[in-house]
């Protein structure tokens, strides 16, 4: 998949899908588990990527599937070893994303002590919204984040929660990674987290973001 970046003449193909997790306090405490000393990364598969009006598919290997909404960054230059007082100079937008997660077999998995990708990486597993260029976005680490499931409003939170905001997980994940452009950068989940179901409606909203709205479908 190919997406536009701002201020790019050209599409770019969407790269690596790096995810954090537990970078919210509060979910990790609703999921019984400590908050870690570094940024916890794992990696997505870049054909979980939906864009919004699409259809989160529900695998029949699982029956609970989780939502959890996340500021994605969006990177738009090519970096690696970036300074932290740089690293937002690598980010060329904005988004609002859905990290769904199969929970059934990421807790299975964990009992065992085995990767859990396959809990994360499902086709359509990863929806993204429409991106916002930088420049327009005053601070991405204090944004209110909105997720309503049949217009219920289930995580409401903001950035300045995050553990490791935007800067720190730009900084340290081009130590690992070379960032290049079009890799997608989802930073973390606040608290609520929940099962969706066949036929549910699930819409995003973020403080001067485009809204992200996907529907539900089992998989047949």
Known sequence: MKISLPERPDPVHVGKLL??????????????????EAPMVFLKPATALIRTGEAVRLPPQSQDVHHEVELVAVIG??????????????????ALGLDMTARDLQSAAKQRRHPWSVA???????PLGPI??????QDPQDLS?????NETVRQDASTSALMFPVRELVHY???????MPGDLLFTGTPSGVGSVQDGDVLEAVG??????????????
């Not at 995810?19 to 870690?36: F, K, L």
């Not at 994940?173 to 960032?179: E, G, N, R």
């Open 145 to 149: 984040l909105r997720l309503s499931v």
């Open 77 to 94: 230059t090519r970096g690696k070893h970036i300074a932290r007082d740089r690293a937002l100079d690598h980010v060329a937008g904005y």
């Open 120 to 126: 994360k990486g499902f086709d359509t597993f990863a």
């Open 207 to 220: 403080e001067g973001l485009e809204p992200l709205r996907v529907s539900v479908q089992r998989a047949e």
């Open 173 to 179: 994940c081009s130590q690992i990674f070379t960032l």
């Open 132 to 137: 916002t260029s930088a420049a327009n976005v």
């Open 19 to 36: 995810c954090i997790g537990r970078n919210y306090a509060d979910h990790a405490a609703e999921m019984d588990r400590d908050v870690p």
